[in-house]
């Protein structure tokens, strides 16, 4: 992947100017107690959609049809649309001159809070769609929750994600039940997609401080409200895709969203960052 | 003496000159991304919202009507990236919609995005599609969706099963 769309690349200081003059003043912003959990939230909105979507665009090229390849860096180009936002509202809210761009090439993976979910490796495209599926299903309620933030920011940035989430959603869990309820083969790739990747889901409603902190100040919702949402969703696909549901438990594999990753997503770092590590402030 | 500034309406007409570059037959005013056009003292902030987060043409169009209104003689410009409300097809112009159509491409149903949504969602859930894509070609309403995604990521692949052509729905958003 290339760098980042330049035309949205944040200049700081002039967003902040920006944002201070705007109507839509956010108070959340200039509140100093809430800045750590804050920013760390917003890293986490950006690095889930800046590291599914680096691997969703590790399909292009590659895909199984020509049709499917189209879709999935297409999904790839909203989701880092969406990362572009966050960590440009990240950026402003540290307030300590990085960029977003900053945040998604020089920092090191300790330092992303993405969910273990989204930097597994593609797999085939079972494994692909399927996480995709289970991530859309929890990304739509979470972004429609946030439509509703206190914080303005926020809540026009889910506004305007949120259009394009809802058309991943209904291309993900459309192809998971084509393919569930498919052939012979086709179904028996699903069903071992979901047992591999399921015990990874459970991180997504997992709060720690951070969460709770966002949520008391009313930006975003609590993650256990959005479970149940989730729960009816993947049941209603799965069963029509003909799955079964794992018995293992879903939250076995926790603590992306703290820094504490697997060891693929250095390797996604590897090549992400590579160019603005080896010739730093280039540009194209 | 100072140099009088062109009216707003004026800077609007010429940035309904401005193609959009994957589109080029419609306009960015008629594709209503464009969103206000306004004076701050001597600056023109021209505010735009892009159609998709992550289209790849917005830094491009950004360019276009920058280096549009350069050569009309603006020398103090801004441009202002604007979130709010996101863009939706029931911005695009009855005209554009014509004029996509002539060339080849399906603009978005009638009614409002949200409900062209809806309708499709519930028609996916019940198994059978009420929303008519006519095809740009032939007129014909027997047509099929083949991809949700098309060239760009405002359009989905269809295919006429009467005159058998396939073509781009740009899709409601």
């Not at chain 1, 986490?44 to 049709?67: A, T, Y």
């Not at chain 1, 930097?119 to 309620?141: I, K, S």
């Not at chain 2, 080849?104 to 599609?129: E, N, Y």
């Amino acid at each position: 992947m290339p760098s980042l769309p330049d035309a949205a690349t944040p200049d700081v200081a002039r967003l902040a100017e920006r944002a201070a003059a705007a109507q839509s003043h956010d108070p959340h912003i200039a509140d100093v107690a809430l800045k750590p959990a804050f920013f760390d939230w917003l890293c986490r909105m950006g690095d889930n959609s800046l590291i599914l979507g680096h691997r969703i665009s590790e399909w292009c090229g590659h895909g199984p049809v020509l049709e499917e390849d189209i879709a999935l860096a297409n999904t790839a180009l909203d989701l880092i649309g969406h990362t572009q936002m966050w960590l440009g509202l990240a950026a402003e809210v540290e307030g300590s001159g990085r960029s977003a761009d900053d945040l998604a090439f020089l920092r090191d993976a300790m330092k992303f809070r993405n969910l273990k979910l989204v930097e597994l490796p593609n797999g085939d495209m079972a494994v692909t769609l399927m996480r995709e599926f289970l991530f859309d299903a929890f990304h739509y309620e979470l972004l429609t929750a946030l439509t509703k933030s206190s914080s303005p920011r926020v809540a026009e940035i889910a506004a305007k994600a949120l259009k394009e989430v809802s058309y991943h959603l209904e291309r993900s869990s459309d192809l998971v039940v084509r393919l569930g309820d498919g052939t012979e083969e086709s179904h028996a790739r699903m069903q071992a997609a979901l047992n591999k990747v399921w015990g990874y889901t459970g991180e997504m409603f997992a709060a720690d401080a951070v969460d709770d902190a966002v949520a008391e100040a009313g930006i975003a919702p609590a993650l256990a409200d959005l479970l149940p949402l989730w729960q009816r969703t993947v049941a209603e696909v799965l069963d029509e895709a003909t799955l079964s549901q794992p018995e293992q438990r879903f939250d076995a594999q926790t603590g992306g969203k703290q820094g504490r990753h697997t060891e693929h997503l250095g390797y996604i770092l590897a090549e992400m960052q590579f160019l603005q590590r080896a010739y730093p402030g280039a540009s194209w | 003496m100072t140099a009088v500034l062109p009216s707003t309406e004026q800077v609007w007409d010429w940035l309904g000159e401005v193609p959009d570059p994957e589109i080029p037959v419609v306009s960015v005013t008629e594709l209503g991304i464009v969103r206000e056009v306004r004076w701050e003292g001597e600056t023109l902030v021209v505010a735009v919202t892009p159609t998709y987060s992550g289209c790849p043409a917005t830094s491009v169009i950004d360019l276009m009507i920058e280096t549009q209104l350069r050569e009309k003689g603006i020398t103090d410009l801004r441009l202002e990236r604007r979130l709010s409300p996101p863009w939706t097809t029931d911005w695009v112009t009855e005209a554009a919609r014509d004029k996509l159509r002539a060339y080849g491409i399906a603009p978005p149903v009638d009614g409002t995005a949200s409900d062209g949504l809806m309708a499709g969602r519930a028609a996916r859930l019940s198994g059978r599609s009420n929303l008519v894509i006519a095809c740009p070609r032939c007129g014909s309403s027997h047509t099929e969706r083949v991809s949700q995604y098309g060239s760009t990521p405002c359009k989905a692949s269809y295919r006429c099963r009467d005159c058998l052509e396939p073509f781009d729905y740009f899709k409601c958003h």
